[in-house]
C-alpha cells in the first residue's frame, strides 16, 4: 500500500520531472512530444485492464471492456502517430548533408 | 509465488522509467525516435505484468478488449495524414481520458455495489466508514471528472479540427451556463466522495462532467485548438495519476504526473505563443467580438502572374518563404521545396520562416517542411528571422494568414491584437499565394494583403508552387 504522504511524495517529484524535462525541449519538437506525452499516459490501459480483470457485475464489465478499448486506442495510437513524426525528423538529418543537389 | 509480486512491481518500475527516459530523449531531434522506442517498450512490459497480477479475471475478455483496440488504432494512426496529426493527437487524448473515466466509473460503481450489500446486512453506516478512504474515493471521483472532461472535450475538439464542427457553438450567458453544470458535478462528485455510493448519483455525476467537456469546448475557435488539444492531453495525465492512486499502481501514477506536469507547461508555452493566456482561450470566447469592430483597412489587393513573381524571386538576393496550415492542406510542401531547390540553385539565399504557431500545433510544421525533405539549418524561428526582414528581398507567404497579419501590432480592437507576428511587411516585396480573397482560419482580415509591397497570386497552394517551379525552369530555357 501506498500511504497518504508517500503518494504526495510520489507526486510531487513526478510532477517536476515532467516538468524539467519539456523546459528544454525546442519549439520544432513540441508537436511530437504532445503526441509522445499523450502515449505515455495510454498507461492507462493497465488501470482499465485491472477494473475490468476486477469486474463483478454486468456493468462494470460493460464500463471495463470499454475502458480497455480506449485504453488500447490511447496507447497505441499514440505510439504510432509519435513513431511516424519523429521518424521524419531522423530521415531529414542525413538528409540535409545527403542530398544538397 | 512470492516473488510474482515483485516481478510485477519490477515491471512496473521498468515501465515508468522507461517513460521517463523515454520523454527526456524525445527533447532533442537526434535521439527522439529512440525515445518512443523505449517509452513503447516500457509500455508493452507493463501491460504484459498486468496480466500477469493475482486477482485477475477475464483475461480472455481483457485480451479481446486489448487486440481490438490496438488494431483500430493502428490502423487508424499508420493512414492519417500528417496534416491530419493534431486531431488525431486530439482523439487519441480523448481515449485516454475515456479510459480514466471508465476506471472512475468501475471503482465507483464496485463501491456502491458493496455498499449497497453492507447496507442489506445492516453493517452500513451512512457516515461512509465502509472499505474505501475517503481520499480514495475523493481521488476516484476527481479523476472521473477530469478524464470525462478530457474525453467529450477532446472528441469535440477531434470533431472541430477535422471540419465535421464548423460552427463555433454559443448563446447568451452561456460562461454562466457552463460554470453551473461544472458547480453541479463538482457538488454531486462531492457527494459520492462523502459517502453516498447511489447509482443514480454516480450517473448523473458523469452525465454532467461529460456535458462540461461538450459545452466547455463548444465555442472555443478551431485556432485556439492546440491550446485546447495540450490543456486536455495534461487532464488525461492527471486524471491517469488519480486513477492510479485508486488503484495503487505506481506506474499509473508517475506516467501520469509527469503527462500532467509536462502537459501543463507544454500549454503554457503554446497559449504563450499566441499571446493569450489559457483563462482566455476557455473562457475568452476568441472571434465573437472579431468582424465587429476593428480598422478599416484601405488600399485594394493587387494581383500577380506566377511568372512575374517566379523572375523576381530568381533574380533576388535574399527569400524568406513563410508556409503556413494552408500549404500542408494543399499537400504543397513539395513543390514549395522543390521551388526552393531550384532558387537556391541559382544562388539565391532561401530560408523557411515558422511562426510557432504556424500549423496547427507548436511544431507541426516543422514536421511537415521536415516530411518533404526541408533540411534543419533552413528553417528559421521568429525571433532569429524577424530583425532580417527589413534585408529580404522577396517573402513568399504560402498559406499563412494570421501570423503574418499586421493588425495584431496596430489594431488593439483585432482579435489577434498582441499575438507576436512574422514581420514579413518590412520586406521589400511580399507575395502571397492564397486561394482567394476570403478572411484565414479565425476570420480576421489581414492588413497585410493591402500593403503597397503586398503583391497576391491567387490559387490552390500546390498548382500554384507547381507553376512557379515551371516558370523558374523555363527561366533557365
Redesign the interface.
Known sequence: ??D?FL?LY??ML??????E?????????????????????????????????????P???A???????????????????????????????P???K?P? | MAWLPVVIKAC?FL?ALL??L???H?????S??G???W??FG?LV??VA??A?P?????G??LA??????????W???R?A?TA??Q??A???G??G???A??G???L??YA?NAITLLDGGQFTASGAASPGT?QLALAVLGALIGSVSFSGSLIAFAKLQGWLDKRFTFPGQRVVNLLVLAAAVVLGAMIAGGQLSMPLIAAFFVLALLFGLMMTLPIGGADMPVV??LY?AF??L???F???V????????????????????TQ??AK?MNRSIGNVLFGSFGAAGGAAGQAIGGSQKPIEASDAAVMMAYAERVVIVPGYGMAVAQAQHKVWEFA?LLIERGVKVRFA?H?VA?R????M??LL??A?????L?A?MDDINPEFPNTDVVLVIGANDVVNPLAKTDPSSPIYGMPILDVAAARQVIVIKRGKGTGFAGIENALFYADNARMLYGDGQAAAGQLVAELKALDG
Open positions: 500500500m501506498i497518504g503518494a510520489i507526486f513526478a510532477a517536476f520531472t515532467g516538468y524535462i519539456i523546459a528544454r525541449v525546442p519549439v520544432i519538437l513540441h508537436t511530437p512530444l504532445m503526441s509522445g506525452s499523450n502515449f505515455i499516459h495510454g498507461i492507462v490501459l493497465v488501470g482499465a485492464m485491472i477494473a475490468l480483470g476486477h469486474a463483478q457485475t456493468f462494470e464489465l464500463i471495463g471492456f470499454l475502458g480497455v478499448l480506449l485504453g488500447a486506442g490511447n496507447a497505441a495510437g499514440g505510439y504510432v502517430v509519435t513513431e511516424r513524426m519523429l521518424e521524419m525528423f531522423k530521415a531529414s538529418k538528409a540535409a548533408g542530398e543537389r | 512496473y515501465a517513460f521517463i523515454g520523454l527526456k524525445m527533447s532533442s531531434p537526434r527522439a525516435r525515445g518512443i522506442v517509452a513503447g509500455m507493463a501491460v498486468t496480466f497480477l486477482d485477475m479475471h477475464h483475461l475478455l481483457i478488449a486489448v487486440l481490438i483496440g490496438v488494431a483500430a488504432a493502428w487508424s494512426g499508420r492519417v500528417m496529426m493534431p488525431m493527437v482523439l487519441y487524448n481515449m485516454g475515456g479510459a480514466a471508465a476506471i466509473a468501475a471503482e460503481a464496485g455495489g481520499a488539444i495540450s492531453n488525461t495525465g486524471a491517469v495519476a486513477e492510479g492512486f488503484l495503487q499502481n505506481e506506474a499509473m501514477i508517475i506516467a501520469g504526473t509527469v503527462v500532467g506536469a509536462a502537459g501543463t507547461l507544454l508555452l503554446m505563443a531547390k515558422i510557432p500549423g500545433m507548436p511544431g507541426h516543422n514536421v521536415a516530411e525533405g526541408v533540411p534543419y539549418d528553417i524561428d
